[in-house]
């Protein structure tokens, strides 16, 4: 009995020694075979989160907010909740919202998912235009919106349906790739049949 309360000390330690060398082999053998590394983990997570864009003369051309943002190291993307593009280049700013979103890191490409919805607000002559989709990729230097799902657009009392579209913000320009349908009000002094 005296003999196994001498050596019980030297039992443990080897014990923890084993135990100490069986875990690094673990880890190291997880990191050499990859599985560590492709773990798609968000390393910080932001709430209220608001990223401004400006000129080379300090003018703000665009803006994105989310009530969330987490950032993923793998691939150095990030996702967001809620988020709002506003751009700001024209005297009438352009809103895309939606439900969630996906980033590049430096949010020059933002992919927009679930209930995503278009504003233009009117101008001196031009109509508020709207438009809503269920995905919606965003190049926010470019100012360019397109999506290849089923979109509708209103601008003023005009309405166009589609499949797929691209949005050039600058230039203006609206292309509906397929399946187009356009319905136009009455106008005020068309002759009635």
């Not at 508020?128 to 979109?151: G, N, W």
Request: no cysteine; charged share 20%.
């Amino acid at each position: 009995m005296n003999r196994i309360s001498t050596h019980f000390p030297l039992i443990i330690a080897a014990l923890l020694a084993l135990a100490t060398f069986w875990l690094e082999q673990v880890v190291r053998n997880e990191y050499r075979s990859g599985e560590g590394n492709n773990r798609h983990d968000p390393d910080f997570v932001v709430n209220q989160v608001s990223v401004k864009r400006f000129d080379v003369e300090g003018k703000r051309v665009s803006q994105i907010t989310a009530s969330q943002l987490q950032h993923y190291p793998d691939d150095d993307t990030a996702d967001l909740t809620d988020p709002v593009i506003t751009l700001l280049r024209d005297a009438r700013p352009t809103i895309f919202s939606s439900h969630t979103a996906h980033a590049n890191n430096d949010t020059k490409v933002v992919v927009m998912q679930g209930d995503v919805r278009g504003e233009r607000a009117a101008g001196v002559d031009q109509p508020a235009q709207t438009m809503a989709t269920e995905e919606l990729t965003v190049l926010t230097d470019d100012e360019i919106a397109r999506t290849d799902k089923p979109v509708a657009l209103t601008r003023g009392g005009s309405r166009l349906t589609g499949i797929g579209a691209e949005w050039n913000n600058l230039s203006g320009q609206l292309a509906i790739h397929s399946q187009v349908r356009v319905t136009l009000p009455p106008r005020a002094n068309a002759p009635q049949y």
